[in-house]
């Protein structure tokens, strides 16, 4: 992925996440969502370090994620707006997104729900002797879930191709990392699961992505697992309707002062990657694609009880009949 | 025919199920070298190797987590808790996971789920609760409990070749048990068909795992006051067989449902629903539930037969409503 595309998908996070957040406040859709406003550089910096074959698991605060993964940002709208056309026909809404084919495996409402699932998807690529490698995501909040050291500890002993990437946002809802983590430094626990472990500048795309590239070529030589802490801030509030009372403005302005999408745009303006008149032409662009994505979402229909009714079970299983007679033994 | 156990049984259809498919793995705690804390995968690991045979620190959460994530990506695992006591550690994943897999993202998830309910061997309150309410309620995830060694190994393998999450019971107290089955394994059968194990029309007993061992057990004695009894022993609790459920109340007017677990908030309470909102008007009598006290299971021998349904209790309460007029 090229710086260009790079920034692109940043701006495209940043511009679906505060169309989501205009959209609640005027109450054109309803549910709940996480923004990840702050957080598109660690979102952006690990798909550029995957490789098509590789699997995402995500978040709660997953709309950056699957973004960056390439996601389809009407579909996204569309099941924000509950719409059929969503990608989880209207089933799943923000917290619940899934598309394999791009090597997304989801986003998820349980916080470290995905981390053992995550772990799964890389046992079956080590069963198969497959180069995929798995790239987890989740919170600093997850990271205090029992079911975290449990993953950990079975990917080390079974040397699974997994990296294991906390998004250090500094806040698991209202709860500071303060009071949340008795080491402040997540990373650290990487040694009591005989892994590498690392700390990166989770606003600097370009230092996530050298991070995750690394630890990704070690897992798929065989090397087995990675704890990545990528150190960030949610410049958002935690979701709709968050009053931030937990913190204050002025710790957000000095936040806002390391705005990973304004660093990178500086970088490559001052690196001559890019000139101001491409800028300004990709923000009109994505804004465009953004409008279009919430125009078609209202226009979408809506998704009918039928055909969710009949989606409760796979129902391809090799065991059939309709003759009770027959089993009846 | 052969007379075997239904550990032999089980052990017999993994090995079978690992065979004629790749993709099925075994998951869980001393499964290995130790061949499982009853017994059931004596010997795999020397057929199959560890990484088909795979035993696991006590992480029964990331077990079951990690189990789903292989199974979205195409295997077919099948995992042992060794107590389903302990199966309050993989809720979150079974419910918030595996059950939401197909119906939110339309997303395969062949996952059986292994474990033994059940008290009788004087293990106590933390192992040996039957805890399948746990999961009758939570949409998406498919009961099978077999009471006998032909339904478990038939269940069984549907549960493998299944696309869909399965928890399947299997009795502490079958395992020892011995059955008459042929010399080769029993066909699969689909899920959501009981089987009338015994026929009568003076009153329908219906029982699902080892309570269909002590429904048939009351209904040969209950035969010997001439009173016949039909026994339905459901095999799988979802999909639920209501029609024949239905069919037999219809028929006999009168029904008792067994259930190991305590008498509050069991399936029983959900089977009587179903009856009484499908069948009111053949009843001669309310539905009867005999069911587990609403206690722990306690430990002591007599404390402990005392608190679940006996051959004894269920006996006199059929007998009872059978002769009411």
Known sequence: MSLKEAYRRMLLIRYFEEAIEKLFLEGRVMGTAHTCIGQEAVSVGIAA?????????????????????????????????????????????????????????????ITAASIPFATGLALDASMRGSNRVTACLFGDGASNQGVFHE??????????????????????????????????????????????????????????????????????????????ECLTYRLSGHSKGDPRVYRSREEEQDAWAKDP????????????????????????????????????SERAPAPGLSEFRNSLFAESCSVKTTDPEKTNL | MRNITFTQIIRETLESEMKRDESVFLMGEDIGVYGGAFGTTHGLLKKFGCTRVRETPISEQAVTGIAIGAAVAGQRPVIEIMFM????????????????????????CPLVLRTPPGAGRGYGATHSQSLERLFCGIPGIKIAAPSNAYDASALLQTAIRDDNPVLFLEHKLLYPM????????????????????????????????????????????????????????????????????????????????????????????????????QAFEYLDYPVKRVAGMNLPIPSARDLEAACIPSVEVVTTEARDLAQAD
Request: aromatic share 6%.
């Open chain 1, 261 to 296: 999408v304004k660093s990178l745009e500086k970088h490559l303006i001052s690196e001559i990657i890019i000139t101001p008149a491409e800028i300004a032409s990709m923000r009109r662009e994505v804004t465009a694609q953004i409008d279009q994505a919430i125009a078609e």
């Open chain 2, 85 to 108: 006591d302990f199966i309050t550690l993989c809720v979150d994943q079974m419910v918030n996971m595996a059950a939401k897999l197909h119906a939110v993202y339309e997303q395969s």
């Open chain 2, 178 to 277: 011995r059955f008459e089955v042929g010399d080769k394994l029993p066909e699969p059968i689909p899920f959501g068909f009981s089987k009338i194990t015994r026929q009568g029309d003076d009153l329908t007993i219906i029982a699902w795992s080892y309570m269909s061992v002590i429904a048939l057990q009351a209904a040969a004695k209950l035969a010997q006051d001439d009173i016949e009894a039909e026994v339905i022993d459901l095999r799988t609790l979802c999909p639920l067989d209501i029609e024949t459920i239905i069919e037999s109340v219809r028929a006999t007017g009168r029904v008792i449902i067994i259930e190991e677990g305590p008498i509050t908030g069991g399936f029983a309470a959900e089977i009587a629903a179903q009856i009484t909102e």
């Open chain 1, 151 to 228: 993953s950990l500890n079975i990917a080390s002993l079974w040397k699974l191709p997994v990296l294991y990437i906390v998004e250090n946002n500094g806040y698991a809802m209202s709860t500071s990392t303060d009071q949340g983590l008795s080491n402040p430094c997540i990373a650290d626990r990487a040694k009591a699961y005989n892994i590498p472990g690392a700390t990166v500048n989770g606003n600097d795309f370009e230092a996530v992505r050298e991070c995750v590239t690394e630890y990704a070529s070690a897992a798929r030589a065989g090397k087995g697992p990675a704890l990545i």
């Open chain 1, 49 to 109: 370090a995957l490789q098509p074959q590789d699997a995402m698991t995500a978040t709660h605060r997953g709309h950056g994620h699957f973004l960056a993964r390439g996601a389809d940002p009407s579909k996204m709208m569309a099941e924000i707006f509950g719409k059929s056309t969503g990608y989880s026909k209207g089933r799943g809404g923000s917290q619940m997104m899934m598309h394999t084919e791009i090597g997304f495996y989801g986003s998820n409402g």
